[in-house]
């Protein structure tokens, strides 16, 4: 769980970077062009290194998983960037970036009332924290972190869009994270693409191609993957809650880089959200529970709930298999990760 928790926080700040990068990169092309250009670099990448490197043993994605996919596609891939980029027009990179914080509200509301993630009370107390902080950036007119309030709205539906998006994805969180950033990527950065073309009928100036492609490649590609592998462990409110750190990498990296001037209103709603992050992170879930039969496949190792004989030698631990789990009740610290996704009576 330690290195789930490590990847989500490298996959935190390469994409909270990618906010005031992105910004940079709107004064050459239009939002639609480089919410294409976003993710297929980040479709590219997965396809580069997929490519060059050995295979590592993950499961494949199987026509079950087509409609958990395309619902990432369209709603994580072409709603969420769009959304973002028409925001980031309308308000400061380091407004924006802490704006971002409302991504883990959605996605653990999501995966509350969707898919029975538990939230405990300090995940109440975190969400609450997170809402306040977001609310003080919207309505802050100080120092142009804010044209309009359709600016923080349109950030704010990105984080709804990536919310669902997270909790789609964590439905595919046991394949190969590659395969799914390359589709992902690949199809959403097309269409994008295409349709900001018709719409603007040329492509951008090489070097906001290059950039996009390259800010898409480490903030969303690289950054994807290493949340869909955490969320394996995690599940995707957790997942979520680590990755609420991303603001605060972008906002830092706004102010140098944009020479956005931090206000008394930015530096409030910056501590509030900070201390939803900490309530987030000691959060500790515990209890009697059942595990349920079942059968299914993924990368994994011979652990507490992975006892099973094989039928052939599949190699080295970890290795990937079609296995089952036999019934069993217990009780350990857990979080709703492959094994641990089950309703809660309170």
Same mark, same amino acid.
């Given at each position: 769980?330690?290195? %789930?928790? /490590?990847?989500?926080? $490298? ?23 480089? &919410? ?7 479709? #590219? ?7 060059? %490197? ?10 079950? *998983? ?19 980029? $028409? ?61 309009? $309030? @359709? ?6 539906? &990105?984080?709804?869009? @990536? ?8 439905? #595919? ?25 018709? %719409? ?13 492609? /390259? ?33 605060? &990498? ?17 530096? /409030? ?11 987030? /992170? ?12 079942? %059968?299914?496949?993924?990368?994994? $190792?011979? *652990? ?8 052939? *030698? ?22 709703? *990760? ?9």
């Amino acid at each position: 769980m330690k290195a %789930a928790v /490590a990847w989500t926080l $490298v996959a935190a700040a390469l994409f909270g970077a990618s906010a005031p990068a992105a910004k940079l990169l709107l004064a050459a092309t239009s939002p639609l062009l480089l &919410a294409g250009l976003l993710y297929l670099g980040a479709g #590219l990448a997965a396809l580069l290194i997929g490519g060059l %490197a050995p295979r590592t043993g993950e499961a494949r994605l199987t026509r079950a *998983d087509a409609p958990w996919l395309a619902g990432a596609i369209v709603i994580g891939g072409v709603v969420g960037p769009l959304l973002l980029m $028409v925001g980031l027009e309308r308000t400061s990179a380091t407004a924006a970036s802490l704006l971002l914080n409302l991504e883990v509200v959605f996605t653990t509301l999501l995966a509350a009332l969707l898919f029975h993630e538990a939230i405990g009370r300090r995940g109440v107390v975190a969400l609450v924290l997170i809402v306040t902080g977001a609310a003080i950036l919207t309505f802050d007119r100080s120092a142009g972190h804010a044209t309009t $309030v @359709w600016g923080p709205l349109a950030v704010a539906g &990105a984080c709804a869009a @990536w919310g669902l998006d997270n909790n789609l994805t964590q439905k #595919l969180s046991a394949r190969d994270p590659l395969a799914v950033v390359r589709w992902k990527g690949l199809c959403a950065g097309a269409f994008s693409l295409a349709v900001g073309l018709l %719409a603007h009928g040329r492509l951008p100036p090489a070097r906001a191609i290059l950039g996009g492609l /390259a800010v898409g490649a480490l903030g969303y590609g690289l950054s994807l993957a290493l949340v869909v592998r955490a969320m394996r462990e995690l599940g995707a409110a957790r997942t979520g809650m680590l990755f609420a750190t991303a603001p605060f &990498a972008g906002a830092l990296v706004s102010i140098p880089l944009l020479h956005e001037r931090p206000t008394v209103a930015l530096a /409030a709603a910056a501590g509030v959200l900070a201390l939803g992050v900490l309530f987030i /992170a000691r959060e500790r879930h515990e209890h009697p529970h059942t595990h349920d039969a079942i %059968a299914h496949e993924h990368r994994h $190792v011979h *652990d507490a709930h992975h006892q099973h004989a094989h039928d052939r *030698d599949y190699g080295p631990e970890p290795h990937v298999h079609p296995h089952a789990h036999e019934p069993v009740t217990h009780r350990h610290p857990h979080a709703p *990760d492959l094994h641990h996704r089950h309703r809660h009576k309170h």
